[in-house]
């Protein structure tokens, strides 16, 4: 009896340099004395999940992919279980999600890695399908992909640049305690840190230098890892740093924020420090951290930035106008994307560096998108500076390129820039997750693009999240603080 057809082949899930690559991971792989790899994925919140594979296990993958349980897809961030897994329909009315079943997880050998700081380790993303061969419907990386393609159909490239600010601290606790420990839907006591520098004292190169031994040990790492970082800068808060990036394309550049925060969670935890990518602390005196999105298009044939305008006095080409319209129309529903956690909105102040409504201003740092670039520049750009760090990279990027794609297939007309936007009569951003969660609940753009399927899934996602924190709040006064759940809910989760 023929043996069955291995299942990438079988599916067809790979191009030909796919092959190619897969051959260069098992020849690096016993080149390098290789021990074990991880096998990487997003989960809806952003998080990394992994396998670690032996070297037998990863060359069955690499011609079958690997099982891994949907388990991971179906809790909030605090691993409470939000679908009823074991119905009929898994709680979400989709038999294939009956019983809480086993994904196949198929490498990608083009994202393949060693790590610098494991030694015998290697590190490559992954791709989920059901046995059938079909993506799975919850997969972030699937769903970016699928809005590349629609993209490229119509002849444009979309290029990101990331400016993420994170915050680097000491560890203060020799070990982990049974306060530390939680249960499904209840966090434990999040570990106490120091901070590494007094803060405020905005570019201090003395400051700065007390972070340098960890900056040149995450430097390297980035480096061997081919992340394209383009600098690393002490910012407001004690211990806030920004690292910045230069322009990828989308898919590239997605898989390269989830690689850059693992990493540098791993690394420094490793040299007795702490890196969280939480929006604001819940500590004394830490201000809130965001992640700038650059963004542009270009033209695939010849390379061309789309959004550098050609006329003297004009700051964006016409398309490039109605794609800014786009990110404007949409900014209130896809916040519940670019800023998925109850503590990021505290991010979203009057007179701060982070905006409060949809405006847009050039190279004005108030507003929610800046415009970056003219005549001529082929780095012409829109920066949106409505994120947070701990947002899930696929999704954040996916729903920029929906909303200005919508904008340029609707021609919609660009708003006056505003030169005061925190007292523009623009829509106001969320106040908080529940009104992010509701406003995308209502888009018809992301149903249409995204689906119905998803976006009750990820809509109840977060919802249960949300509603865990205002349980915790009950009778409590309110605050512009952030508060201990939150502490203990996103600190080490991020």
Excluded at 114 to 129: H, K
Excluded at 343 to 350: K, S, T
Excluded at 415 to 427: H, L, S
Aim: hydrophobic fraction near 40%; proline fraction near 7%.
């Amino acid at each position: 009896m023929p043996s069955p057809t291995p299942f990438i082949k079988r599916h067809g899930l790979w191009t030909d340099e796919q092959r190619r690559q897969a051959a260069e991971v098992k020849r690096r792989v016993e080149k390098e004395k290789l021990r074990y790899v991880r096998l990487a994925w997003a989960d809806p919140h952003g998080y990394s999940r992994a396998k670690t594979l032996t070297i037998p296990a990863l060359n069955g993958a690499l011609t079958n992919g690997f099982n891994i349980g949907v388990a991971a897809s179906t809790l909030d961030s605090a691993g409470a279980r939000t679908f009823a897994s074991f119905t009929r329909g898994g709680g979400m009315g989709l038999d294939e999600m009956t019983g809480s079943p086993t994904l196949t997880a198929v490498p990608d050998p083009s994202t393949f890695r060693v790590l610098p700081w494991a030694p015998g380790v290697g590190w490559m993303l992954c791709d989920e399908y059901f046995s059938s061969g079909v993506p799975f419907h919850f997969a972030p990386r699937q769903l970016l992909r699928k809005g590349v393609r629609r993209l490229a159909e119509k002849g444009y490239g979309f290029v990101v640049g990331a400016e993420i600010e994170w915050y680097l601290l000491r560890v203060a606790e020799e070990h982990l305690t049974l306060e530390h420990v939680g249960v499904p839907g209840t966090r434990g006591r999040a570990i106490k840190t120091w901070p590494m520098e007094p803060g405020y004292h905005y570019y201090s190169e003395s400051y700065m230098d007390m972070m340098q031994p960890a900056f040149d040990a995450l430097g390297d790492a980035y480096e061997k890892l081919k992340l394209p970082l383009r600098s690393i800068e002490s910012e407001w808060g004690p211990g806030q740093v920004e690292c910045t990036f230069a322009p990828r394309d989308a898919l590239e550049a997605a898989d390269n924020v989830l690689l850059f925060r693992t990493a540098t969670r791993q690394i420094c935890r490793r040299m007795g420090l702490f890196a969280t990518f939480m929006c604001r602390p819940a500590l004394r005196g830490y201000y809130a951290s965001g992640w700038h999105l650059h963004q542009s298009l270009v033209d695939t044939k010849k390379g061309a930035n789309l959004f550098a305008p050609a006329r003297d006095g004009d700051v964006l080409s016409p398309l490039g106008r109605t794609y800014l319209a786009g990110l404007l129309q949409h900014a209130v529903p896809a916040s519940a994307f670019s800023t998925p956690t109850i503590n990021g909105y505290r991010r979203f102040r009057a007179n701060s560096l982070a905006p409060d409504r949809a405006t847009w201003g050039y190279d004005h740092r108030g507003a929610m998108i800046r415009v970056l670039g003219g005549v001529g520049d082929p780095a012409t750009r829109l920066e949106n500076r409505v994120g947070e760090p701990a947002a899930n990279p696929y999704l954040y990027i996916l729903s920029q390129m929906l909303a200005g794609l919508s904008g340029i297939e609707q021609k919609l007309p660009l708003q006056p820039a505003d030169d005061e936007p925190y007292a523009a009569e623009r829509p106001m951003l969320p106040k908080n997750l529940p009104e992010a969660l509701d406003a995308l609940d209502k888009e018809p753009l992301f149903r249409r693009e995204l689906g119905d399927t998803f976006i009750d899934y990820f809509v109840k996602l977060k919802r249960n999240e949300a509603g865990r924190y205002l349980r915790s709040q009950e009778g409590a006064a309110a605050s512009d603080e952030p508060t201990e759940w939150e502490q203990n809910e996103y600190f080490d989760f991020f």
